[in-house]
């Protein structure tokens, strides 16, 4: 090992092997290409770096380097350094054909993809606000404590936790304050520790809506936990059925936007659920992942604003900014912020302190405030021609749900959904059907399509839209 670290130069992992340094270092790069590690056209420390990391001479490397070059294994370049050839690719071919996720319909793909993309669950990728987000990281960052750094507080950081306090009290009605607040990487985290700490207080159910999504039943059922679905009718969720469930101790409700039926929780519905978790002891899980995208009026309060202690507020910027940001929060009742702390500290800590410190940045100058509302009146725009073109095109398709949120239902002649997903997946468009997010003990009553319009850039839309038309009844 060296004695002196490079301070220079990329690092490179490799194990000598065989005979002699020259030869041990020969065999180790072969075998780094050989596999596929070390992919062509990448390019190798020097040889300058590469011996001080390795405690060799210079010469060893460079020697190494030149029998390589020579070999065909590497090129050298005069001003471009020393890379590895551009040869026949060692890896196995990826299996061709077609696409199929985790939640995928399997459509016609171009280079492994469909050509259209109108399933339900991601934001606009394209809008993701780059320049804001990276002003608001260069601000947090020259501003941010050393302390900052280490591990941290186990519900996030305080700059965090502060500003999302003021903006879920004053944009969603959540009654909120830092110390109630836990920080986890997406809603999906959050709902997985809820699970763990109500598993161990001892419930054996949580309800669930009659629609919804299997990752998050699988989550919760990973526990142990039962969940029996909430009737269902054209009202919405039957939450007034809660009592007759009998040992039901929590219940997960999409209250401001149901996923994927499209409706809000009627407000004798919301308070029968309230009625219900304060006579049962009961907890109410609410995911308001669309919260902040109604479109036809002011959004509904959270509904955690009506009993603080009995619900657990769950929000996400996945589809508010971006998924791949995996920052999302829950407001706890105060007497389940030690369990779930907890619960956390056994498998993790927080999100990165960076993006925690940029987000409280973007949040706390306004920025998230102005993308929401950018956002807000591109998706209305979207859904407004989602319905004209529906109207125009498909006489017998019906857009039904409240104007809100990432998707949209089009009800469907009886006995066509299965068709026209398939019709659909043929001519490169992935959708999905309502039927896919149907709990496993509920009759399949309806035909519907769940189309999240928020996916495809603003450039692929129209042609996303019209590709939609043409498979329509
Ligand atoms: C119903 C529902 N809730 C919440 C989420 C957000 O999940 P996460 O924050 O883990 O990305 C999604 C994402 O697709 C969703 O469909």
New binding site residues.
């Given amino acids: 090992m060296a004695n002196d670290w490079a301070t220079f130069g990329a690092d490179l992992h490799l194990e000598l092997r065989g005979q002699g340094l020259r030869n041990g270092l020969m065999n180790a790069l072969r075998e780094a290409v050989r596999s596929g590690r070390l992919a062509a056209g990448v390019r190798l420390p020097s040889s300058r770096s590469l011996a001080a990391d390795l405690g060799v001479a210079r010469n060893t490397v460079a020697d190494a380097y030149a029998e390589l070059v020579a070999e065909g294994w590497l090129t050298a370049r005069q001003g471009s350094g020393t890379r590895v050839a551009r040869r026949s690719d060692p890896r196995p071919p990826a299996a061709p054909g077609r696409t199929t996720t985790a939640t995928g319909a399997g459509a016609r793909t171009t280079a492994g993809r469909p050509a259209h993309n109108l399933r339900?669950?991601?934001p606009d990728l394209a809008s993701f606000p780059r320049a804001e987000w990276l002003k608001a990281a260069r601000k947090a960052l020259m501003a941010a404590p050393h302390e900052a750094f280490g591990y941290g507080d186990p519900r996030g950081r305080i700059e965090l936790r502060t500003v999302l306090a003021e903006y879920l009290a004053r944009a969603r009605g959540v009654y909120a304050r830092p110390e109630r607040i836990v920080v986890c990487?997406?809603?999906?985290?959050?709902?997985e520790l809820m699970g763990q700490v109500l598993r161990a207080r001892g419930v054996r159910e949580m309800a669930v809506e009659s629609y919804?999504?299997d990752?998050?039943w699988d989550l919760i059922g990973r526990t142990g936990i039962r969940m029996p679905a909430l009737p269902f009718d054209a009202r919405g969720t039957r939450t007034e059925e809660l009592p007759a469930l009998g040992g039901t101790g929590a219940v997960l409700l999409?209250a401001a936007h149901q996923?994927?039926t499209g409706g809000a929780l009627q407000p004798d519905r919301r308070a029968a659920a309230v009625d219900w978790a304060r006579a049962a002891g009961g907890l109410i899980l609410e995911?308001d992942?669309?919260g902040e995208f109604r479109y036809d009026r002011q959004p509904v309060g959270a509904l955690q604003g009506l009993d603080p202690e009995r619900v657990v507020y769950?929000g996400?910027?996945?589809?508010s900014l971006a998924?791949g940001l995996?920052?999302?929060w829950m407001v706890l009742p105060e007497d389940l912020v030690d369990e779930v702390l907890t619960a956390k500290g056994a498998v993790d800590w927080v999100s990165s302190v960076t993006d925690q410190l940029t987000f409280a940045e973007f949040l706390g100058s306004g920025a998230y405030d102005r993308h929401v509302r950018a956002m807000r009146l591109r998706y209305r725009r979207r859904r407004d021609q989602l319905v004209a073109a529906v109207a125009a095109r498909s006489p017998g398709t019906r857009v039904s749900g409240i104007a809100a949120g990432l998707h949209a239902v089009l009800e469907l002649p009886e006995g066509t959904e299965d068709s026209v997903v398939r019709a659909a997946a043929y001519q490169g468009l992935a959708l999905q059907g309502i039927n896919r997010f149907r709990h496993p003990t509920v009759p399949r009553t309806t035909d519907a399509l769940v189309v999240g319009y928020a996916t495809p850039p603003d450039s692929a839309w129209s042609n996303a839209l019209s590709a939609l038309c043409r498979v329509l009844p």
């Fill in positions: 339900p669950g991601t990487s997406g809603f999906v985290h959050g709902l919804g999504l990752l998050h999409t996923f994927p995911d992942y669309d769950l996400t910027a996945s589809k998924p995996r920052l999302a």
